[in-house]
């Protein structure tokens, strides 16, 4: 996330404790440690955190290391706030921020607060903070009135593209939704080697031998994804909601695909479609086995491995499911002959009547 966001990573640090401090996150030892870099590396300008921190726990953390501090909500905002495209996508994303701020507005009032509260004794300070805690309340207002308006069309485009099954591409970010996206429906969205390359729903009408369905492309989720930004982005995610059958994607190839998974079913859990029709679509399997095969095995030995894979992992979050990749098309009919069962499946229990006109 941070190479996404621009800010190359040049250390990390790891610490296991048994809860965090409530004034430094971080252990007091861990924190001398990383002082001793931030003083010898003169280039740090910035530390960034992968959890939520307190308004406090920020400016401790400032004061002692000397440089900005950056938590995970403040960095996927950051993204969010570049990614952003259309008035949906930048509504959501500035009630978001503003959200985030909200509970931190008294940390960037420091320099007023020598005048402490009580009778008699209420300092500039604090009425400057309660100044803009009114301003940002109203602003956090003003917002979630403008989203309600934009989600009651987006429910009216919804209820306004009749019967048709609606298929919905779900998965961690990056994972090449988009990509596959292009190829199933023949379209030009925007895809990009990058965390949260798409923030807005897109939606295509596809006919695949004469019947047709919408597939939606939709925001990729991450793991530790704040409370805040969920419900922000509730009528983006909406489409996932009002989704027939999910295409869950995942790289195959990265090393945690399998906690991916888990991140991916827990949020849709959150938004109540996990009881879907789903087809696990594993992509990237072409740098799966540039990652894991000796270049020496045998045609039948991969294939062998790829069964066993796909058995295994049937076995783990029990749904059917296919090898792809998107970069160079393998397995892309084998795909679009198990959505168009689905597809078909569906057409048949809910509308009958289209079903037989389209046999």
Do not use: C
């Not at 798409?198 to 006919?207: A, E, F, N």
């Amino acid at each position: 996330m941070a190479l996404t966001a621009g800010a190359p990573t040049l250390r990390r640090f790891v610490q296991k404790l048994s809860h965090p401090d409530s004034r430094t996150f971080i252990g007091k030892g861990k924190l001398e440690e990383i002082q001793a870099y931030i003083e010898r590396e003169e280039t740090v300008t910035m530390a960034i955190f992968d959890d939520d921190l307190t308004g406090k726990q920020v400016n401790i953390l400032e004061e002692a290391l000397k440089v900005k501090i950056i938590d995970r909500s403040s960095l996927i905002l950051d993204i969010f706030a570049r990614r952003a495209q259309t008035a949906q996508a930048k509504t959501q994303v500035e009630l978001a921020q503003l959200q985030y701020l909200l509970p931190r507005l008294r940390g960037l009032w420091t320099h007023l607060e020598r005048q402490r509260g009580g009778i008699g004794m209420r300092g500039p300070g604090e009425m400057e903070i309660e100044t803009d805690r009114r301003i940002v309340r109203e602003k956090v207002a003003f917002l979630k009135e403008k989203l309600k308006k934009i989600d009651q069309q987006s429910t009216t485009q919804r209820k306004n593209r009749g019967e048709f099954i609606r298929v919905s591409l779900v998965g961690y970010t990056n994972v090449g939704k988009s990509t596959l996206m292009n190829l199933l429906s023949k379209s030009e969205v925007f895809a990009e080697n990058k965390l949260f390359a798409t923030l807005d729903t897109t939606v295509r009408k596809v006919v695949w031998e004469n019947v047709p369905f919408l597939l939606s492309d939709t925001v990729g989720f991450i793991r530790k994804l704040p409370h805040h930004l969920i419900e922000s982005f509730k009528s983006t995610l909406d489409e996932v909601r009002e989704s027939d059958i999910l295409l869950h994607v995942v790289d195959i190839a990265h090393p945690q695909h399998e906690d991916h998974i888990r991140t991916v079913n827990q949020t849709l859990q959150e938004l109540g479609a996990m009881d879907k029709p789903t087809l696990f679509v594993f992509n990237k399997i072409d740098l799966y086995r540039t990652r894991n095969y000796d270049p020496y095995i045998d045609e039948e030995a991969k294939a062998e491995i790829e069964e066993s894979l796909q058995g295994n992992l049937h076995h783990l979050f029990d749904y059917d499911n296919v090898l792809v990749s998107a970069a160079t098309k393998e397995n892309i009919d084998l795909l679009r002959a198990k959505v168009l069962v689905l597809v078909k499946d569906l057409y048949q229990i809910r509308y009958p009547y289209h079903a037989k006109s389209w046999e």
